[in-house]
């Protein structure tokens, strides 16, 4: 079954940092362009991040460039998501999603996790 | 960065009638990269449709995409009772990816 599993998540200080993981399964996960997305709660979906299939392109929303870091370790089939800094803007529930066709930089989420919820709060 | 606008906001309607739904882009959206997702309360989005008109796998032929350029609309041709959610759509052509504030149908 083709599956992605978030873990990581939880409540942080401001200004903390926090490591979320996405483990992939079912499918070639080093032939796929991987995204993380976040829904603040009430909200709606915010693209966070993206890296291409070997780790060596990566892109972010300017509202955590400099502060998240994504990465991805193919032979472990896991994506990271490294986030410094945080703060309460970043509350949300954090999802990983696959680009629906091999190798290709543009495309849909055709696969997506349940989800890791992470709270920024004193 | 391309800016979606979806519209109605809101929309009451009653299993078995039709629901269209908008989708307007502050530019031209490349290659007709856009994309549409269903979500469901505590559940992660599903991919509905990809490059503006073309189902995901699995996706009943009730949901069909067009569109172009800066327009696009989903219509789900007759409402099932498990089609009561919340629609969001997204454009993939240009970075920064961006999401469209989303369109809750409800039962009327």
């Known amino acids: 079954e083709v599956q992605l599993v978030e873990s990581g998540g939880g409540l942080v200080q401001p200004g903390g940092s926090l490591r979320l993981s996405c483990a992939a399964s079912g499918f070639t996960f080093s032939s796929y362009w991987m995204h993380w997305v976040r829904q603040a709660p009430g909200k709606g979906l915010v693209w966070v991040s993206r890296i291409n299939s070997d780790g060596s392109s990566t892109s972010y929303a300017d509202s955590v460039k400099g502060r998240f870091t994504i990465s991805r370790d193919n032979a472990k089939n896991t994506l990271y998501l490294q986030m410094n800094s945080l703060r309460a803007e970043d509350t949300a529930v954090y999802y990983c999603?696959?680009?629906?066709?091999?190798?290709?930089?543009?495309?849909?989420?055709?696969?997506w996790g349940q989800g890791t919820m992470v709270t920024v709060s004193s | 960065e391309i800016v979606l606008t979806q519209s109605p906001g809101t929309l009451s309607l009653s299993p078995g009638e039709r629901a269209t739904l908008s989708c307007r882009a502050s530019?031209?959206?490349?290659?007709?990269?856009l994309a549409w997702y269903q979500q469901k309360p505590g559940q992660a989005p599903r991919l509905l449709i990809s490059g503006a008109s073309s189902r995901a796998t699995g996706i009943p032929d009730r949901f069909s995409g067009s569109g172009s350029g800066t327009d696009f609309t989903l219509t789900i041709s007759r409402l099932e009772p498990e089609d009561f959610a919340v629609y969001y759509c997204q454009q993939y052509g240009s970075s920064p990816l961006t999401f469209g504030g989303g369109t809750k149908v409800e039962i009327k």
């Open positions: 530019q031209s959206v490349s290659s007709s990269y």
């Open positions: 999603a696959r680009g629906r066709l091999r190798l290709a930089p543009a495309d849909a989420f055709d696969i």
